[in-house]
């Protein structure tokens, strides 16, 4: 696996990489992995990232000259920081997400960087109608729902169109991460399991796929390493093993001590429910995760796995991690403690 002309220079000396957003889960464990291979790594984010044998700055992807310092002297960029959330005001999103994406990109240009991986999402093809075993279809930021979404699509046109044989670009769209130390996913199901607000929407029969952190690290590192293959294209990344979604958040649930959910509403009435939350959520200028919202009632009551073959065969890659063996290590992670 890999590709010599990114590995190193002539000269033997490591390649420089800038990984944003490396305080949260998948970008600390990019960054770490990067590192591990002998990489010169700079992390790039608002709070210290704390990654072992890489050097920390701090700043936003929306402060043009803390991006350009952030570029300068780097070979290779990978690009995860954005704002992450199922609410907000939609001016937040664009400043981040596309906005930010630009100021990246144009930085990385100027400053001579070779290949940059963009990290983005499969709901950025996604007009919340189910998807089996489907490849990845083209970004489109008009059927995308929720500004998250929307603004991820608007990023990876962007950057793909910025795609060239001086500057190659590639974007990598990893299908729900979770792993320990986990937020956005696995903390948010054990704390609403544990106060019995976690509803199975449809029975939880819907088939969904998922991607354990370590893999999803890997992939996108892969596609560093593999530019000459990937560059100007989407791949999605998952584990490749789709799973009943009420049979996830039981393993979810069964590793972090929890009761696993019990409760069944139509998704059809979650549906509709988030959507109205939604809108108070916004009217009410609350910060907080709202307790359901459309995306989030579509993800848990609507089928998304992908073909993952072309992914492996372009990327020359295979996740290490099963399901199964990511659960282990949930629950190793817990220990038997009270999560949260």
Not at 178 to 188: A, F, I, M, N
């Amino acid at each position: 696996m890999g590709d010599p002309c990114f590995g190193r220079r002539p000269s033997g000396h490591p390649v420089k990489v800038l990984v944003t957003g490396a305080s949260g889960l998948l970008g600390r464990e990019v960054a770490t992995l990067l590192v591990r291979q002998g990489h010169a790594v700079t992390t790039f984010q608002r709070r210290a990232a704390a990654v072992d044998g890489a050097t920390d700055l701090l700043g936003s992807v929306t402060d043009r000259d803390a991006v350009h310092r952030a570029v300068a002297g780097a070979d290779g960029v990978i690009h995860l920081a954005a704002k992450v959330s199922f609410t907000g005001r939609a001016v937040e999103f664009d400043e981040v997400n596309v906005d930010g994406t630009r100021l990246v990109l144009l930085a990385a240009r100027e400053a001579g960087v070779r290949d940059l991986v963009f990290v983005s999402s499969p709901s950025v093809a996604n007009s919340g109608a189910a998807i089996a075993g489907l490849g990845a279809d083209p970004a489109d930021p008009a059927r995308a729902h929720g500004d998250y979404s929307r603004t991820k699509a608007e990023a990876e046109l962007l950057a793909l169109a910025a795609d060239s044989p001086e500057f190659r670009v590639a974007a990598v769209r990893p299908h729900i991460v979770w792993g320990p130390g986990d937020t956005q996913l696995v903390e948010r199901v054990l704390d609403r399991a544990a106060h019995g607000r976690l509803p199975l929407l449809d029975a939880g029969a819907a088939l969904i796929d998922t991607t354990y952190v370590d893999n999803a690290a890997s992939a996108i590192v892969a596609a560093l390493h593999r530019m000459d293959h990937v560059h100007g294209r989407a791949l999605v990344v998952s584990n490749g093993e789709p799973r009943p979604i009420g049979e996830l958040l039981a393993g979810i649930c069964a590793a972090g001590g929890v009761p696993s959910p019990a409760w069944r509403v139509p998704g059809r009435l979650a549906r509709a429910a988030g959507s109205m939350v939604e809108k108070v959520w916004l009217r009410l200028g609350r910060d907080e995760e709202p307790p359901m919202t459309r995306f989030l009632a579509e993800q848990l009551s609507t089928a998304h796995w992908f073909d993952q073959r072309q992914t492996r065969a372009l990327l020359d890659w295979n996740p290490a991690v099963s399901l199964d063996e990511g659960l282990a290590k949930l629950a190793e992670h817990y220990g038997g403690r009270t999560p949260g």
